[in-house]
Nanobody
Framework: QVQLVESGGGLVQAGGSLRLSCAASGSTFGIFAMGWYRQAPGKQRETVASISYIGNTQYADSVKGRFTISRDNAKNIMYLQMNNLRPEDTAVYYC??????????WGQGTQVTVSS
């Protein structure tokens, strides 16, 4: 069973940067499209970015030009580099298969808090 562990969140001032990591167990990581998702208090979970198994990427309009998704299939790790963070980026960030309907069990997520 695939297990996903997110890390790298924290408290940062507006304009700052963070890099999130997603470590996946299991030998099938490299064949799935993966995504970063986030859920802010009182809001539905939304897709932030996705990356195909060969590295094609897509981003939500709200993060285009600021966030970069990448993956290392040899290490079963996915990253989300977040630059120029805004208070509205505050949320719990999760990684999982993409699209969301293909998701496996959700991890604990990692909290990102951006202060103004």
């Amino acid at each position: 069973q695939v297990q996903l562990v997110e890390s790298g969140g924290g408290l940062v001032q507006a304009g700052g940067s963070l890099r999130l990591s997603c470590a996946a167990s299991g030998s099938t990581f490299g064949i799935f499209a993966m995504g970063w998702y986030r859920q802010a208090p009182g809001k539905q979970r939304e897709t932030v970015a996705s990356i195909s198994y060969i590295g094609n990427t897509q981003y939500a309009d709200s993060v285009k030009g600021r966030f970069t998704i990448s993956r290392d299939n040899a290490k079963n790790i996915m990253y989300l580099q977040m630059n120029n963070l805004r208070p509205e980026d505050t949320a719990v960030y999760y990684c999982n298969h993409f699209p969301e309907r293909a998701a496996v069990s959700w991890g604990q997520g990692t909290q990102v808090t951006v202060s103004s």
